[in-house]
């Protein structure tokens, strides 16, 4: 990824679901470019190409922020400031629904339709990544509040839940 804008937002929830920010932000940016999600984080075409990778940071100065990061290859000529505008619209609508009561169960459940709508992969076989090679696959099941993944394992019988930290998936070869 060669280039890319950076978003210092302020979202006023708790401090505890700020991790739901960079999910907003994805869906954020797929929804103007016309795109995809793959999970968690990432902005994708329909076939899976990357298009923009979604990085974000909280930290506290003068209050809660939250620097949002996003990347693209220079050749994709994207707009910036549209995708710009688009995280802090979507961030700041996700914010009013978190203050309104609507994540109780957690950060994600005011989005959590929409960013099943745009994931790409739900219900196809995908292979769980961790330092760079595959270590289980199965079948991208759901994704919960809290923006962790469930992968029915081959066979049927176990589930693993993935938080982003602990691997990345990618589709099954």
Known sequence: ?????????????????VGGVPYVAALAVARELGERVAWPHSV??????????????AGY?????????LAWDAEKN????????????????????VAAGRA????????LGDYFDALLGMGEKVEVVRGGRAIARGELAGVDVWGRATVRLEGGAQELELAPEQATLRPAR
């Open 104 to 111: 109780c169960a957690g950060p994600l459940a005011p989005a």
């Open 1 to 17: 990824m060669g280039v890319g804008t950076s978003l210092t937002l302020r979202p006023d929830v708790p401090m505890g679901f």
């Open 44 to 57: 994708v075409t329909g076939s899976g190409e990357p298009l923009v990778s979604v990085d974000a940071r």
């Open 78 to 97: 994207l707009d910036a400031a549209a995708l710009e505008r688009a995280v802090e619209d979507a961030v700041g609508a996700w914010a009013a629904d």
């Open 61 to 69: 100065e003068g209050g809660l922020l939250v620097r949002c990061d």
